[in-house]
């Protein structure tokens, strides 16, 4: 079994975890991330502070319950990445 690690999860590290489940649907995934937030789309920010949208809206992909649990993650968050390790 293959184990998978991303580092920030923001959109792209959704999209990347959601790719790695559309080929591979038992491995462990990891996600590593400096806040508990779920994947938002910051370009939503302004709309979100001028009263437009609210706050949950941010959000395009739900909250990360649900995130965590759409793609069988492990999200390790207030984590920061020093250094990353790879077979040679």
């Known amino acids: 079994m293959a ?8 959109c792209t590290g959704y ?10 649907t038992i491995s462990e995934i990891v996600v590593f991330s400096e806040h ?3 994947p938002y789309n910051p370009m939503l920010t ?5 009263g437009k949208i609210p706050f949950d809206a941010q959000f395009p992909f739900g909250d990360m319950d649900k995130v965590k649990a759409e793609l069988n993650l492990t999200v390790r968050t207030d984590t ?3 250094k990353v390790y790879g077979k040679e």
Do not use: C, L
């Open 3 to 10: 184990r998978y690690a991303i580092v920030g999860f923001g």
């Open 80 to 82: 920061k990445i020093k």
């Open 36 to 38: 508990g937030a779920a």
């Open 15 to 24: 999209y990347g975890a959601k790719a790695i489940r559309e080929s591979d």
């Open 46 to 50: 302004t709309y979100y502070v001028s």
